[in-house]
C-alpha cells in the first residue's frame, strides 16, 4: 500500500535519519517508536505528504487514501458537533456521482470482451463497494455511534464546537477521521485528550478496522492492544519488529546485548591493530604489515549501539523531613453538597512512608477527599494531619501556575537544594529536558513539557507527604518509569489518584476504592485489588461501579439496579444506561467544584467583612452580594443535575 525507499532527513545539516527503508501493508497495526526527539513525528508527517523529506521516496499505490492526526491542529469554531462531524461524508456525494459517470459509461459501451470494458467494470465494482463501506448515504448513525463512542452524548450534538475544550474539539476531528475511513490511519497521540472508556472503544474499533495503523503512542497498554508490528528510531536508522511491543521490549534488550559484544570485541580488534602499528611504525622490515595493518584499520565499520540514555534512570532524591507516624487520620469523615452525600464514614489511617492509591469512577470523591485533606473544603468528623506534615500536591492545573518568563534549568535551580543542584542537568535529562531545552523559557513549552516540569519541581521540594492526581497524563513510558522510580525512594508518605494499571503496579501497599458514598480499604498492591474485584483492569470501575455499595445513597442505587438485571437488558442497553449515567455523574462533579469554589470565596469574604476595614469598604459588600448570587445559581444547577441522576 505505501512504500518508502532511502528516506533521509536532515535538520540544519543534522540527520535525524537516514537511508530508511520499510513498507506498509494492509491490515499492518504499526507502532512507531523511539525516544524524544528521534523524528516519529517528522516520520509522520512526511508519510502523510505534509512534509518533503530531505531525500528519499515515498510511494503511494493508487486509490489509495492516507488520514492523519496530528497532536496540534487547528480547530473550527464555526459549527456544531453534528455538522462538523458530518464534513467526513463530504466525499459521499462526489463518490456517488463517480459511480454514476461509471455506470453509465458501463450501458454506453458494447465491447464487452475488452480489456478495457473489464478493467471499467473492476473499477465499477471498487468504487462501488467503497460507497457501501463507507455507508452509503445511510451514514448518521454509524457517525452518531462514533461521536457516543468518543465521549459524546447526544445532548452534545448540537452544541457549536466553541463551547468545548481544546481535548474534545481534537475527539471531534478524531471522529471525522476515522468515519472517513482511509485505507491508512496515521495517528499521532491520539489518546492524548481521551478517557478511559473512550480509549479501549478506540481500541476495539481500530482493532476491527480495515485500515492499516501507524500510530506514536506513550500508552503502552493501548499499543498492545492495537499493535502487531513495532517500528523503532534508533541512532539515525530504524529496525522492524513483527511482534508486538512488549515482544520488541525483550528482542530489544537481546538485540542491544548482542551489539555491545559486537562492539567491545571490535574496540578490542582496533585497540590490538592501533598497538601492532605503533610498536613496528618505524621499523624497516615492518612496513608492508604495518601498512596493511593501516588498510584494515581504515575499512572497518563502526559499530552502533542503539541509544539508552542513563544519565539519570536511578534518580535518589534527598531524604525528606521527619512527619509524625499518622500523617493522615480520618474519622467519620462526611462531605455533602446540599442534600447530596459524596461519601460518609470515612475511617481511615496513612501510615507515615506508605504509598497508597485513591480509586473510582468519576465524581466518587476522590478528588474531594484529597481538598478535604488539603484543608480546602469544609467537611463533618475529623480530619487529623500528623505532626510536621509538609505536603506537596500535583494538580490538573499545576503546570500553569510556573513562572513563564524562567527558563527550565532556573525553574529547578530554585527548588533544589544542596548535592542535588549538581545533578540538575541529569534530572533535566531524565524527563527529556536535555541539551538545549533546559534554556527554553517556560512560556514556550508545550502542555505535556509544563506538566513534566512541574512534576520535577514537586519531586525536589522540601515535602514529606506527596498527592499525586493522574500524574501520569502527559509523561511517556520512559519517564512514567524514571517518575515511579523516584516516588519508591521517596522516604515519605504518597497518595496517588490514578487508573494506570502499569505506573501503580508495585508501587503502591494499599488500595482505597471510592463508590456509592463510601471509602473502603484493600490491603495489597494493585493486582491483589483486581484480582479480588474479578476485574481485568481499572477501566471497568468506571463501567461498573462499585459492587458492594450498599443502598445509602439513592441516586447510586437506583441507576445501579438496572446493571444487576443483567440478563434482562441487552448489552447495548446496558451501555448506553453506563454513557448515560457517566455524563450526569461528571456534570455534578463540575457543580459541586464550582459551589465548593464560591464557598471558599464567600468564606474568605467574611473574614475580610469581619475586620473594620472591610466593614468600611463598600467594592467588598458588592463583590459579596455577587458571589451569594453567583452561589445561589451554582447551587441551584447542581440540585437540577442530580434530580437528573436521580432519575
Not at 50 to 69: A, F, K, M, R
Not at 403 to 426: H, M, P, Q, S, Y
Not at 531 to 549: C, I, N, R, V, Y
Request: hydrophobic letters at 35%.
Amino acid at each position: 500500500m505505501l512504500s518508502v525507499e532511502h528516506l533521509s532527513v536532515e535538520f540544519s545539516a543534522r540527520p535525524l535519519f537516514s537511508d530508511v527503508s520499510f513498507v506498509i501493508n494492509k491490515k499492518d497495526r504499526i507502532a512507531l517508536v523511539g525516544k524524544n526527539g528521534a523524528g516519529k513525528s517528522t516520520l509522520l508527517k512526511i508519510l502523510s505528504g505534509h512534509q518533503e523529506p530531505t531525500s528519499g521516496t515515498v510511494s503511494v499505490q493508487n486509490d489509495i487514501t492516507i488520514g492523519y492526526l496530528p497532536q496540534v491542529m487547528v480547530l473550527s469554531d464555526e459549527h456544531t458537533v453534528m455538522q462538523e462531524a458530518e464534513k467526513a461524508f463530504e466525499h459521499i456525494s462526489e463518490m456517488q456521482e463517480s459511480i454514476e459517470r461509471l455506470n453509465n459509461q458501463l450501458a454506453e459501451r458494447t465491447d464487452y470482451e475488452s480489456a478495457d470494458y473489464m478493467a471499467l467494470v473492476d473499477r465499477f465494482t471498487h468504487e462501488s463497494e467503497r460507497f457501501q463501506m463507507m455507508g452509503g448515504m445511510n451514514y448518521h448513525a454509524e457517525l452518531e455511534r462514533t461521536l457516543q463512542g468518543l465521549g459524546f452524548s447526544t445532548s452534545d450534538f448540537d452544541r457549536p464546537t466553541k463551547e468545548f475544550s481544546g481535548g474534545w474539539r481534537m475527539r471531534i476531528e478524531l471522529a471525522k477521521l476515522l468515519l472517513r475511513r482511509p485505507d491508512i490511519l496515521l495517528l499521532d497521540e491520539p489518546t492524548n485528550h481521551l478517557d478511559i472508556e473512550s480509549i479501549r472503544w478506540l481500541e476495539k474499533f481500530l482493532s476491527h478496522s480495515a485500515s492499516a495503523v501507524v500510530l506514536v503512542s506513550h500508552d503502552r497498554a493501548f499499543i498492545n492492544n492495537v499493535t502487531n508490528r513495532t517500528l523503532e528510531i534508533s541512532c539515525g536508522k530504524i529496525t522492524d519488529y513483527k511482534v508486538k511491543y512488549d515482544e520488541f521490549m525483550k528482542l530489544r534488550a537481546e538485540r542491544r546485548e548482542q551489539q555491545l559484544r559486537a562492539y567491545e570485541n571490535q574496540q578490542k580488534e582496533i585497540a590490538d591493530i592501533k598497538d601492532f602499528i605503533e610498536r613496528f611504525r618505524y621499523k624497516p622490515t615492518k612496513a608492508v604489515q604495518v601498512q596493511s595493518r593501516i588498510k584494515q584499520l581504515e575499512k572497518i565499520v563502526p559499530i552502533e549501539v542503539d541509544e539508552v540514555d542513563n544519565s539519570c534512570l536511578h534518580l535518589k532524591f534527598p531524604p525528606c523531613s521527619r512527619s509524625g507516624d499518622y500523617p493522615v487520620i480520618c474519622d467519620e469523615v462526611e462531605k455533602s453538597y446540599g442534600g447530596h452525600c459524596v461519601f460518609h464514614n470515612v475511617n481511615l489511617t496513612i501510615k507515615r512512608g506508605e504509598k497508597v492509591a485513591f480509586v473510582g469512577k468519576n465524581g466518587e470523591g476522590k478528588s474531594t477527599l484529597v481538598k478535604c485533606i488539603m484543608g480546602e473544603i469544609p467537611y463533618t468528623g475529623t480530619l487529623k494531619l500528623g505532626h510536621n506534615v509538609e505536603i506537596g500536591y500535583y494538580a490538573q492545573n499545576q503546570a500553569q501556575l510556573l513562572d513563564g518568563e524562567c527558563t527550565v534549568f532556573d525553574t529547578i535551580d530554585r527548588v533544589a537544594k544542596g548535592d542535588i543542584r549538581l545533578k540538575i542537568r541529569d534530572i533535566l535529562g531524565a524527563f527529556m529536558f536535555g541539551g538545549e531545552a533546559s534554556d527554553k523559557k517556560v512560556k514556550v513549552l508545550s502542555g505535556g513539557e509544563r506538566s513534566r516540569l512541574a512534576m520535577i519541581k514537586l519531586l525536589l521540594e522540601p515535602v514529606n507527604f506527596l498527592i499525586l492526581d493522574e500524574p501520569t497524563n502527559h509523561l511517556d513510558m520512559r519517564t512514567k518509569d524514571v517518575l515511579k522510580e523516584a516516588i519508591l525512594s521517596f522516604d515519605g508518605t504518597v497518595i496517588v489518584v490514578s487508573h494506570d494499571r502499569d505506573f501503580l503496579d508495585g508501587l503502591v501497599s494499599k488500595v482505597y476504592e471510592f463508590g456509592g458514598g463510601q471509602v473502603r480499604e484493600h490491603i495489597g498492591g494493585i493486582y491483589d485489588f483486581l484480582q479480588k474485584k474479578e476485574m481485568e483492569s481499572l477501566d471497568e470501575l468506571h463501567a461498573t461501579g462499585s459492587p458492594s455499595a450498599n443502598t445509602t445513597n439513592s441516586a447510586y442505587s437506583n441507576s445501579t439496579q438496572p446493571q444487576m438485571s443483567e440478563g434482562k437488558l441487552s448489552y447495548e442497553e446496558r451501555k448506553e444506561q453506563a454513557k448515560t449515567r457517566r455524563k450526569l455523574e461528571k456534570e455534578v462533579e463540575r457543580c459541586e467544584t464550582e459551589v465548593s469554589r464560591l464557598e471558599s470565596e464567600k468564606a474568605a469574604l467574611e473574614a475580610k467583612l469581619a475586620t473594620p476595614e472591610g466593614a468600611a469598604d463598600t467594592a467588598l459588600f458588592s463583590q459579596y452580594g455577587q458571589i451569594q448570587q453567583d452561589l445561589s445559581q451554582a447551587e441551584d444547577a447542581w440540585e437540577k443535575a442530580m434530580e437528573a441522576l436521580g432519575e
